[in-house]
């Protein structure tokens, strides 16, 4: 009964990481290939990892899951609905069918948005910036996250730091979100903050980005920024 999940470069493949944390942190058995982006074997390693899928119909990204028993899926959230879906004990989402809802909606809201802060800000966990230029794109994304994070502290979060009280994917989806403000050094408001550092701290990240410096950087995802130490 183990899942078979293909990812890419942990240093910098936002959704990779949500595929791994879908599962990492629900203690679901996960077996783990992995592959690098924008090097001349990556659609070989998605080939050979889905070779029913050829064609027009190969699949271009990661993440990628294998069912234990079969059947392929091709999306970081058709991943994590299957898994929450296949694993009800497992607290994926919320239990409170409210909080549920609304943790769904973050969920959907991070897949399909905060394009002005993914473009401006991508995913890179080898370096922490300072002084970085916000654009009003990127501060209205900054805004709505914060408006949105606050907006579950009402519900269900307790003085827990994550967002409905137990860890769960509305976490996993915004995990990637908190390391950019943190590696950006993007200023947000307090509380924001302690959600930040509450990512900095989880041991899986820890782990998942300490495994992420092993690996040879890409330097197309440096940015002409002052780096700073890495915030912990
Ligand atoms: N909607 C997809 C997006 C996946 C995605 O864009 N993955 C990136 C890595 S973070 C990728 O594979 N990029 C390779 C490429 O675009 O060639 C999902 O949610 O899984």
Redesign the pocket.
């Known amino acids: 009964m183990t899942y078979r999940l293909l990812i ?2 942990r240093s ?8 791994w944390l879908s599962l990492a942190a629900f203690e679901l058995p996960v077996s783990l290939t992995e592959t690098r ?2 090097l001349p074997g ?1 659609r070989t390693d998605l080939a050979a990892f889905a070779p029913e899928l050829t064609g027009a119909a190969a699949p ?4 990628i899951l294998r069912l234990p028993e079969g059947g392929l899926l ?6 994590a609905e299957t898994l929450a879906e296949r694993h009800p004990e497992a607290g994926l989402w919320p239990a409170d069918p409210v909080a549920r809802a609304l943790a769904r909606s973050l969920v959907a809201e991070m ?1 399909s948005g905060f394009s002005a802060l993914r473009e401006a800000c991508p ?1 890179n966990l080898r370096v922490a910036y300072t002084d970085v230029p916000v654009s009003d794109a990127v501060r209205a994304d900054l805004d709505r996250l914060e408006a949105l994070w606050e907006s579950c502290s009402g519900l269900s979060r307790g003085g827990a730091p994550w967002l409905f009280g137990a860890y769960s994917l509305a976490d996993v989806f915004f995990a990637p979100v908190a390391m950019r403000i943190a590696g950006y050094g993007l200023g947000v408001g307090t509380d924001a903050q302690a959600y930040v550092a509450a990512h900095l701290a989880h041991p899986l990240l820890r782990d998942w980005r300490a495994r992420g410096l092993a690996q040879p950087e890409q330097p197309a995802y440096r940015r002409d920024y002052t780096t700073v130490d890495w915030p912990s």
């Open positions: 890419a470069d910098y493949s936002s959704w990779s990481l949500r595929g982006m924008y990556f271009r990204t990661v993440p091709t999306d970081s959230l058709a991943i897949h995913m």
